[in-house]
């Protein structure tokens, strides 16, 4: 597994827990850098998953 999809899948996480803890305290900063850093796991996640296939299919 690439070191992009670890690191995608970890930002996620992150982004989701900082989302929710926005959300809950009411702290729309907080929720909108949430989403970001979730956004960006998944772009990072998708990026691995490509370096995967590639290495996979050569």
Known sequence: MDRDRSEG???NIKGR???GLGKAL???KME???KMD???GKIQNTIG???DSL????
């Not at 290495?55 to 050569?58: E, I, P």
């Open 26 to 28: 009411g702290d729309s």
């Open 49 to 51: 998953g490509i370096k």
């Open 9 to 11: 899948s970890m930002k």
């Open 55 to 58: 290495r996979k299919s050569t």
């Open 17 to 19: 827990m900082k989302e």
């Open 32 to 34: 909108t850098e949430g």
């Open 38 to 40: 979730k956004t960006e």
